[in-house]
């Protein structure tokens, strides 16, 4: 399996990985939409994507961070915000890869850490990231605002 940064040649691909990550959180299908979104990111370089890339060359998985900053530390901090493997390829170590992959941008870029958030339903994220190092935060709230539903 070859780890490597996603590039404008991966969309159509990356696409429909991404398309499969929606609806695994019962989003409706859009790859119209999913190609504009990641040609956008990938384009205007405001989030590192990772892919997982077969030998021959067919891509299985993702993992996509945001930089932010926290005020309090005083340097970047990185929002995990999307990882999916497909599901032939659950099981074998592509998601521990990929999270390492955020972890090596985490410290080559000097930031202060990482976080994500996933559905308490997700039972296979809520098995995985404490077995990759992360640690459930029971000490804040989390608020959101959303403008639409």
């Known amino acids: 399996m070859n780890y490597r940064f996603a590039t404008s040649k ?3 691909h990356l696409s429909e990985l991404f398309d499969g990550y929606r609806i695994f959180y019962r989003k409706t299908t859009d790859l119209k939409g999913a190609k504009a979104f990641l040609r956008e990111r990938i384009t205007k370089k405001d989030s ?8 021959t060359h067919k891509l299985v998985g993702f993992v996509q961070l945001y930089p932010l900053f926290s005020s309090t530390r005083m340097k970047k901090f990185w929002l995990l915000n999307d990882l999916f493997v497909h599901p032939e390829f ?17 410290l080559e870029t000097k930031a202060c850490g990482m976080f994500l ?4 339903t ?3 994220g809520n098995a995985l990231y404490p077995k990759t190092g992360f640690v459930l935060n029971t000490d804040s709230n989390y608020y959101e605002w959303n403008v639409e539903q």
Request: net charge negative.
């Open 10 to 12: 991966d969309i159509e």
């Open 48 to 55: 590192k994507l990772f892919v997982a890339e077969t030998q």
């Open 90 to 106: 659950r099981g074998k170590g592509v998601s521990i890869e990929l999270i390492q992959k955020a972890k090596d941008l985490v």
């Open 117 to 120: 958030e996933t559905e308490k």
């Open 122 to 124: 997700n039972l296979i």
